[in-house]
T-cell receptor, first 116, second 113 residues
Framework: GAGVSQSPRYKVAKRGQDVALRCDPI?????LFWYQQALGQGPEFLTY????????KSGLPSDRFFAERPEGSVSTLKIQRTQQEDSAVYLC??????????????FGPGTRLTVL | GNSVTQMEGPVTLSEEAFLTINCTYT??????LFWYVQYPGEGLQLLLK?????DKGSNKGFEATYRKETTSFHLEKGSVQVSDSAVYFC????????????FGTGTRLTIIP
């Protein structure tokens, strides 16, 4: 398809398990963002890539969270030793290269993570 | 730091009613302002944006004007439809080249026929 895709759409993990969430951005989109959306809240920024370079990871809540985009396209968000407070929808967004003209972001459908 | 405060929901209106969803922001300098919409079962979509003071963003009958003097970006529509039922998020972006978004908590809008 032409949009941003994310997999899995739903993930249930037991506390302490590691999880990996995948994002396939729109082809040719240089910028990629991860956001975390807790129930009833707005999305909160986690991290930003331009191509394969992670330029901003200031929103990652702890060192259990790790993101990568090794070839500048697909990205993976990994959460180690999951905890109940990690339960949220994880959103991926992509856009053309960041510029003065603020290219539009396209969001994926999200991965709903539930930690039991 | 940057923050966005928007009208708490849920908001329920009858079809053809006038809609206002309030949004105010806190940021240094001149952020860009956005409204995103999330329809049931779908991902976030950009509804409209404004990049400087007094700009008016518009789309699908919705409008919002960037008011620097009141640090506001209220969303309005003159006559809502059932298909407008969704969650609406106000957001700002401060950093060129990164454009990370700071979102409000969202307002759930339900339009009844």
């Amino acid at each position: 398809g032409a949009g941003v895709s994310q997999s899995p759409r739903y993930k249930v993990a037991k506390r302490g398990q590691d999880v990996a969430l995948r994002c396939d951005p729109i082809s040719g989109h240089v910028s990629l963002f991860w956001y975390q959306q807790a129930l009833g809240q707005g999305p909160e920024f986690l991290t930003y890539f331009q191509n394969e370079a992670q330029l901003d990871k200031s929103g990652l809540p702890s060192d259990r969270f790790f993101a990568e985009r090794p070839e500048g396209s697909v990205s993976t968000l990994k959460i180690q030793r999951t905890q109940q407070e990690d339960s949220a929808v994880y959103l991926c967004a992509s856009s053309l290269k960041g510029a003065v003209y603020l290219p539009s972001k396209f969001f994926g459908p999200g991965t709903r993570l539930t930690v039991l | 730091g940057n923050s966005v405060t928007q009208m708490e929901g849920p908001v329920t209106l009858s079809e053809e009613a006038f809609l206002t969803i309030n949004c105010t922001y806190t940021a240094t300098g001149y952020p860009s302002l956005f409204w995103y919409v999330q329809y049931p079962g779908e991902g976030l979509q950009l509804l409209l944006k404004a990049t400087k003071a007094d700009d008016k963003g518009s789309n699908k009958g919705f409008e919002a004007t960037y008011r620097k003097e009141t640090t506001s970006f209220h969303l309005e529509k003159g006559s809502v439809q059932v298909s407008d039922s969704a969650v609406y998020f106000c957001a700002l972006s401060k950093d060129f080249g990164n454009e990370k978004l700071t979102f409000g908590t969202g307002t759930r809008l339900t339009i009844i026929p």
